[in-house]
């Protein structure tokens, strides 16, 4: 009868520990995704912001 009641800890404890690194990869995942997005936003941002300036010089300069 004892070993039934360990048996079933076991599981318990197994089944929990891959619940909680399950979730912690998950979050690794996302964190890691949100910093490749916002590297893809960086460079985005720099590209705009030299067609603005592009765009401000070509007004400024037309008679």
């Not at 800890?9 to 490749?36: H, M, P, Q, W």
Request: proline share 2%; charged share 30%; glycine share 2%.
């Amino acid at each position: 009868m004892d070993i039934n009641i360990f048996k079933t800890a076991f599981f318990i404890v197994l089944v929990s520990a891959y619940l909680v690194i399950r979730k912690f990869f998950k979050k690794v995942a996302d964190f890691t995704e949100n910093i490749g997005k916002s590297a893809d936003h960086e460079d985005e941002l720099k590209e705009l912001n030299t067609k603005i300036a592009v765009l401000e010089q070509w007004i400024n300069n037309k008679p």
